[in-house]
């Protein structure tokens, strides 16, 4: 297998200091459905901006489909499609002539293009809707013609950076199932961001955990689950004060079939455990001494989640962003919500 | 890149622009109505002022009309262009400014393509007024290649103003700047100059304002072309300027919307 993308110690440093990426290496394959899981802020845009050249890496290298992109940008831009996470389709416009517009961006000469368009637009079942106004569209319509927008040119890459952002849930599928007809059916390969655990965990091949610039782990989902090799406790206290819970809680942190204690105030106590569901009748057993009542306890598989907590510390959430991203970010919420 | 390719990328910026713009149809009735409120209006009310052998003098024409129609006609393309950043502002704040940069596309056809929907939009605007006023009564003394040579001047005058407030947009991050800025410009500009008011009918230090406002330069030519006739010596100056200011607006437009996608 080649590899498609290579990156090398990546970085970007914006002006006034912020370290949006920092340091990252990675390799994706040809073929491979390949995702960038992180909150917002973390620096998956920016990411996917060095990438296809819109924006210098402050250090580092990389290269898309063999070709440099700091010595090589234009035949870089060539090789590759790029849909940003904005829906910049043009509403004034039909989703013929967005089509049309990307195809004179590309200089694919006019009859070609008309075969082109016609081929993108069955790909994202848009045939029927070509001739009307892009304002007529649904959220998920419009993020369908962007896409077919990203494919005029016939890219073996493809970056899609949240291409879910703000859609419902049923629409998220539909465009799950597009995704997965363009690795099945024409073996492209696709470089996608989402914050969506859901997303990364039914789409993506291999997955890169990231946060604050900084790749935290990266394989396949399964792998990434499997490598928190212990089951998961969940457990509240309805009972107790502050510190009769403390010291319960560090009786229990060292029963030897408990790894690791985390606490998040969305969940609730959240212990890894090596002894399957016999450790709940445990637990119970162990804090039986104690002056403290649990409200509620379950046991479960180590999801995603699970494994965005281990490797960052938190559960993924909104970051504070700048406020023209602020701006930009409502803008596309107030446009997929059609 | 060979030089084809920017020309057609040019195009397909520029067929983009005035698309949205064929497409804005309150935008359109506005075109036309302003004009026509404008020209009824002041016409009306001054003609009654100016029917006078001193003040037809300073005017050049004993028609108060035909003396303002040329200062409309920039005036329109005053306000066309100075707003003409703020659509680089929208297409980053959409997103599309990328979409566009992630194309194969010579950088500089961004820019260009904008500035060329923004002269032929002038240049409509102007056409608007020039039937306007005909049917008001309004006579250009060199026919049809002097409207001819007056659009010219409009889409020339608008192409400057696009430039710079594309260069203004490519140092500001907000639209709403932008558009204060703008909306600071074009009052002045349009006080300072021989727009509306003649020249010798203005205290000195305002004359000596008026005489270097590259807008009077426009008016003056085109008030020569609409009302006197083919007197080069009084038009070529002029132009020649509004030339020069423009290869300098654009060439800074380019330069500073390169550094701001670099
Ligand atoms: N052009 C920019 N200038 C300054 N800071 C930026 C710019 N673009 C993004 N950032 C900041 O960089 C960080 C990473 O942003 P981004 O890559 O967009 O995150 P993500 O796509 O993962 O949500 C954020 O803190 C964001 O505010
Ligand atoms: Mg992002």
Redo the contacts between chains.
């Keep these: 297998m080649n590899n498609i993308i290579e990156a090398v110690g990546l970085t970007k440093v914006f002006p006034g200091g912020l370290i949006a990426v920092n340091d990252i290496s990675f390799s994706v394959e040809e073929g491979e459905i390949f995702g960038f899981l992180g909150p917002n802020g973390a620096g998956k845009s920016t990411t996917i ?1 060095m990438l ?3 924006i ?1 890496p402050t250090r580092g290298m990389a290269k898309v489909t063999g070709i440099d992109i700091i010595k090589q940008p ?1 035949q870089a ?2 090789a ?1 499609g ?1 849909v ?5 389709v ?1 509403d ?2 039909t989703g013929y ?1 967005n089509l049309k ?2 195809a ?4 694919i000469p006019k009859a070609e293009a008309v075969k082109r368009i016609a081929e993108v637009l069955t790909m994202v079942e848009l045939t029927d809707r070509a001739k009307d106004k892009v304002e007529t569209y649904s959220g998920g319509m419009r993020k369908r013609l962007d896409i077919a ?1 990203g494919l005029i040119h016939r890219p073996k890459l493809l970056f899609l950076d949240e291409p879910t952002l703000g859609l419902d849930i049923q629409t998220r599928r539909e465009i799950w199932k597009y995704i997965n007809h363009l690795r099945e059916e024409i073996r492209m390969t696709i470089f996608m961001t989402t914050h969506y655990m859901d997303e990364a965990d039914s789409l993506c091949d291999r997955i890169a955990i990231i946060d604050k610039g900084i790749i935290k782990t990266l394989d396949t989902p399964a792998t990434l689950k499997g490598s928190l090799g212990n089951e998961i406790v969940e457990f509240t206290f309805s009972r107790g004060s502050s510190s009769d819970i403390e010291t319960a809680i560090g009786h229990i942190k060292h029963l030897d079939f408990i790894e690791d204690i985390k606490f998040t105030e969305e969940r609730g106590y959240m212990a890894s455990v090596t002894n399957g569901e016999s450790s709940v009748p445990a637990i119970f057993e162990a804090i039986h001494d104690f002056p403290v009542t649990i409200g509620s306890i379950s046991h479960t598989q180590p999801s995603l989640d699970d494994v965005f907590l281990h490797y960052t510390g938190h559960e993924i959430r909104e970051e504070k962003v700048d406020k ?1 991203s602020g ?2 970010n409502r ?1 596309i919420m107030r446009r997929t919500r059609k | 890149m060979t030089r084809a390719v920017i020309f057609q990328d040019i195009y397909w910026v520029f067929w983009r622009e005035f698309k949205k713009f064929t497409q804005q149809r309150a935008r359109i009735l506005m075109i036309v109505i302003q004009p026509l409120v404008w020209l009824v209006l002041m016409g009306n009310s001054m003609s009654g002022l100016t029917r006078n052998p001193a003040a037809m003098k300073m005017l050049g024409t004993g028609n108060y009309l035909e003396f303002m129609t040329p200062g409309i006609m920039i005036m329109t393309a005053l306000f066309g262009g100075v707003f003409g950043g703020t659509t680089i502002l929208w297409d980053r704040r959409l997103g599309f400014l990328h979409k566009m940069l992630s194309a194969p596309i010579h950088r500089a056809a961004i820019p260009l393509g904008k500035l060329m929907s923004i002269g032929l939009q002038t240049m409509l605007q102007a056409l608007v007024i020039v039937i306007i006023s005909l049917f008001l009564g309004v006579h250009f003394i060199t026919g049809i290649p002097g409207v001819f040579c007056l659009l010219l001047i409009s889409g020339l005058f608008g192409i400057i103003m696009g430039s710079i407030s594309l260069s203004l947009a490519a140092n500001l991050k907000s639209i709403e700047t932008l558009m204060a800025i703008s909306n600071f410009l074009t009052m002045p500009l349009m006080l300072t100059s021989n727009a509306m008011f003649p020249v010798n009918a203005m205290p000195v230090w305002l004359r000596a304002i008026a005489n270097v406002n590259p807008l009077s330069y426009a008016v003056s030519a085109m008030r020569t072309i609409a009302t006197q006739g083919w007197f080069f010596h009084q038009i070529w100056l002029p132009v020649v300027a509004l030339l020069g200011i423009a290869m300098i607006t654009i060439g800074v437009s380019v330069k500073m919307f390169y550094r701001s996608v670099s």
Excluded: N
């Excluded at chain 1, 940003?84 to 910049?88: E, I, M, N, V």
């Excluded at chain 1, 004179?104 to 200089?107: A, I, P, R, V």
């Design positions: 901006a296809t050249t819109l210098k234009y831009r060539l590759i790029y940003s996470q904005d829906l910049a043009e004034a416009l002539e517009l990307q004179g961006f590309y200089h927008c023209e701006f930009r803008m």
